[in-house]
């Protein structure tokens, strides 16, 4: 798997992954079904073309090349393997379009809010 969302991107509402990613192995769950599966951004380890794009453009800092995780996070590698596992759980993840048609852009997080999502995710 060449690239992981880690648990950093959990409840996240940017998409700057999903704008970003040419081949559109980014996905997103269909449903919340249970509490095993977090609300965020799941990159298929198949189908990741490992360009990197979605890693730069992410700006929570949540997506590591697999080799570069870090130590909190070495158990999401598996967890983003759950779309290839249970394809009907997922969907591809498109980026947020506004009732006009137009682009959606959040505000980039700050330093510190940044910081604040590492300390709270780290720890789990």
């Not at 509402?13 to 081949?23: K, N, S, Y």
Request: aromatic letters at 6%.
């Amino acid at each position: 798997m060449p690239y992981v969302v880690t648990r950093l991107c959990i409840d996240c509402l940017d998409r700057g992954c999903v704008e970003e990613c040419p081949v559109e192995c980014i996905y997103e769950l269909r449903e919340p079904t249970d509490n095993s599966l977090p609300r965020m951004a799941y990159i298929h380890p198949t189908e990741c073309i490992n360009c990197g794009a979605c890693e730069s453009a992410c700006p929570w800092g949540a997506i590591f090349e697999d080799r570069e995780l870090p130590m909190p996070y070495h158990s999401d590698g598996e967890l983003n393997a759950a779309p290839e596992r249970n394809p009907q759980q997922f969907k591809v993840a498109k980026p947020q379009i506004d009732s006009e048609g137009r682009l959606v852009v959040l505000p980039k997080p700050s330093r510190e809010q940044v910081a604040a999502n590492q300390a709270k995710w780290s720890k789990k």
